[in-house]
């Protein structure tokens, strides 16, 4: 099954702990993106990769990191998260075409 | 700097209606606009995908349109059904190589049995 995974799904931690989201797919799109959503704001882009080795900002990437060393594989970085990063945070790949696949979400507490 | 605006942000219909979602943009250079629906607690699926080459494209029940020149597309939903109750997003991606995605804060939609 064509799919975009994420894990973990949902994340408790403390302000100054570094953590990693991981988010994996199979369809073998070469586009991935990280996003954040939060009420009021909607869904902000915070880093996308256009191929391995190839990251770019989004519209808040403050505070985190990516990196992609597979084309399957885009994990995010948080190395000092803070409590304005408490958000549900979503992993996606493009098709060639476009379309955009989600992942089922990852909903970060920083206490 | 690219805007994209919902409206509204809410609405209730009785079941059986057809009904249109608006999504409009401030900037024109578009390389596509993608239609979403997400349900509670959920992830995001795709709807539709249109082209910035393209008018309009159907799935099923709904049909997407796309005006670049005014900034605007719109979802028609036909015959609205209590299953189609979700948050319809929008989003629009950049031109000029970057493929930045903006998306709409969306459309609560609540479809009445």
């Known amino acids: 099954e064509a799919q975009v995974t994420q894990n973990p799904r949902y994340l408790i931690t403390v302000t100054g702990k570094k953590l990693t989201v991981t988010c994996s797919q199979n369809?073998?799109?070469?586009?991935m993106s990280w996003y954040r959503q939060d009420p009021g704001l909607g869904l902000r882009q915070i880093y996308y990769s256009m191929n391995v080795e190839v990251t770019d900002k989004g519209d808040v990437p403050e505070g985190y990191k990516v990196s992609r060393k597979e084309k399957r594989n885009f994990p995010l970085i948080l190395e000092s998260p803070s409590p304005n990063q408490t958000s549900l945070y979503f992993c996606?790949?493009?098709?060639?075409?476009?379309?955009?696949?989600f992942g089922p979400g990852t909903r970060l507490l920083v206490l | 700097k690219q805007e994209v605006t919902q409206i509204p942000a809410a609405l209730s219909v009785p079941e059986g209606e057809n009904l249109v979602l608006n999504c409009s943009f401030t900037?024109?250079?578009?390389?596509?606009l993608q239609w979403f629906r997400q349900d509670p607690g959920k992830g995001l699926t795709s709807l539709l995908l249109i082209q910035s080459s393209q008018r309009e494209q159907t799935s099923g029940r709904l049909n997407a349109s796309l005006d670049k020149s005014s900034g605007r597309s719109t979802l028609y939903i036909a015959a609205s059904q209590p299953g189609d109750s979700a948050t319809y997003l929008c989003a629009v991606s950049s031109t000029g190589g970057t493929y930045k995605y903006i998306f709409g804060t969306g459309t609560r939609l609540k479809v009445l049995a």
């Open positions: 369809m073998n799109h070469e586009y």
């Open positions: 996606a790949s493009s098709s060639p075409q476009g379309t955009q696949y």
């Open positions: 900037d024109s250079a578009i390389y596509n």
